[in-house]
């Protein structure tokens, strides 16, 4: 099965700083990945996805970087804001929509 | 659009008992997976269907079981209860499956806690 981590576990910022996060995995058949955010008591919610065709996908403040020599892909948050406070996740996946394997998370704060 | 529905929201559970959590999927989508959160870790897989027949199973016990009805929704049954069940139980809905993996849209998860 597909071996996922994430670093950093925790990441502090202060507001309008950037964030990057950082997935590795092990099955070097994945070819979607995306990532995912979780807020208190809500389900993941994708922000942002990738395909294995690609390495660069931006999406206004967000982008999503893929090195897939390296197995591995990063979350790149500019100018961030209190309401970037979340857990996220990386999912890493390719055979079946609904099967993925996600990180164990990254508990991001960011201070006003 | 609704978004996907799970029903209940919190339940409380003792050991040995049993639970039926219900998932209704984003209309349209037919592929529906399960996936259980434990506190300060990433969702697990458990299960998915498809049109109906289980798709993949994760590393669960026996005592998990689901089932998908002709209307996509569906159900998730666990025996048996054990302390470490308590968790997230979260269901996913996607609009199709095959090699070409795609976007998953999370509910807002039953919360499970087995005394």
């Known amino acids: 099965g597909e071996n996922v981590e994430q670093h950093p576990s925790t990441l502090s910022v202060q507001e309008g700083d950037s964030a990057v996060i950082k997935c590795t995995y092990s099955?070097?058949?994945?070819?979607?990945f995306p990532w995912y955010k979780q807020e208190l008591g809500k389900g993941p919610q994708l922000i942002i996805d990738?395909?294995?065709?690609?390495g660069e996908k931006k999406d206004q403040r967000i982008a999503v970087t893929l090195n897939k020599t390296a197995k591995h892909f990063s979350l790149h948050i500019t100018e961030t804001q209190p309401e970037d406070s979340a857990v996220y996740f990386c999912?890493?996946?390719?055979?079946?929509?609904?099967?993925?394997?996600f990180g164990d998370g990254t508990t991001l704060t960011v201070k006003p | 659009d609704a978004g996907v529905t799970q029903s209940p929201t919190h339940l409380i559970k003792t050991r040995g008992q049993h639970v039926t959590l219900r998932c209704s999927p984003i209309?349209?989508?037919?592929?529906v997976s399960w996936y259980q959160q434990v506190l300060g870790q990433g969702p697990q897989f458990i299960f998915q269907?498809?049109?109906?027949?289980?798709?993949g199973r994760g590393n669960f016990p026996d005592r998990f079981s689901a089932r998908q009805f002709p209307n996509y929704s569906s159900e998730l049954n666990v025996n048996a209860l054990l302390l470490g069940d308590s968790a997230l139980y979260l269901c996913?809905?996607?609009?199709?499956?095959?090699?070409?993996?795609?976007?998953?849209?999370f509910g807002p998860g039953t919360r499970l806690t087995v005394l």
């Open positions: 990738i395909r294995s065709n690609v």
């Open positions: 209309s349209g989508h037919k592929s």
């Open positions: 269907y498809y049109e109906k027949e289980e798709r």
């Open positions: 099955d070097s058949a994945s070819n979607y």
């Open positions: 996913a809905s996607s609009l199709v499956v095959d090699r070409s993996a795609g976007e998953q849209f």
């Open positions: 999912a890493p996946g390719g055979s079946h929509a609904g099967k993925s394997t």
